[in-house]
T-cell receptor
């Protein structure tokens, strides 16, 4: 089936550092979403992107919908310990009947 | 609080046993989904229900069945559990499947951690 390639798979950073992760696909997507999963919980929506080129912020988080509609990135500025978790990208392909496709996740660890 | 409620939170089964995972949402969403999460593989769609009365297979449906009992409830059944079904299962809902508007985004439950021994 169709897949999203999310990278990196894991990151170990120092508190205060900036973080960047991205997702790419071989197909065009209509929507890009970024989720965060805290340990023992379900994913929670962070940012939703609906138009190519769109740049959206949510506090210290910024995400962009790539111009080619085949990629998206998420940046976290000035990381803090509570940023720890797994971040998932998700995309809505043009030809998948409205079902989201999820990336493999980026596990973020923040050292105080 | 409004959201998606999953039960049970934890379950241990013996190989061959059956069980049903329950999911209910109170947001009046039309579409509901079942995913499984395994290390390094992200979230994989098992089954989904675009609207009440309809269900369709996702990426990994083998060994599972679903029932959309009403608009609120969507259950996942394992008829004969196998160790390969050890996973974390998430239910999710959305206003409607395939929406291109600004109210898309799935809401997830907190998961059911299933171990099959």
């Amino acid at each position: 089936g169709q897949q999203l390639n999310q990278s990196p798979q894991s990151m170990f950073i120092q508190e205060g550092e900036d973080v960047s992760m991205n997702c790419t696909s071989s197909s065009i997507f209509n929507t890009w979403l970024w989720y965060k999963q805290d340990p023992g919980e379900g994913p929670v929506l962070l940012i939703a992107l609906y138009k190519a080129g769109e740049l959206t912020s949510n506090g210290r988080l910024t995400a962009q919908f790539g111009i080619t509609r085949k990629d998206s990135f998420l940046n976290i500025s000035a990381s803090i310990p509570s940023d720890v978790g797994i971040y998932f990208c998700a995309g809505l392909p043009v030809d998948q009947g409205g079902k989201l496709i999820f990336g493999q996740g980026t596990e973020l660890s923040v050292k105080p | 609080n409004a959201g998606v409620t999953q039960t049970p939170k934890f379950q241990v089964l013996k190989t061959g046993q059956s069980m049903t995972l329950q999911c209910a949402q109170d947001m009046n969403h039309n579409s509901m989904y079942w995913y499984r999460q395994d290390p390094g593989m992200g979230l994989r769609l098992i089954y989904y229900s675009a609207s009440e009365g309809t269900t369709d297979k996702g990426e990994v449906p083998n060994g599972y069945n679903v029932s959309r009992l009403n608009k609120r409830e969507f259950s996942l059944r394992l008829e004969s559990a196998a160790p390969s079904q050890t996973s974390v299962y998430f239910c999710a809902s959305s206003p409607r499947s395939g929406s291109f508007g600004t109210n898309y985004g799935y809401t997830f439950g907190s998961g059911t951690r299933l171990t099959v021994v």
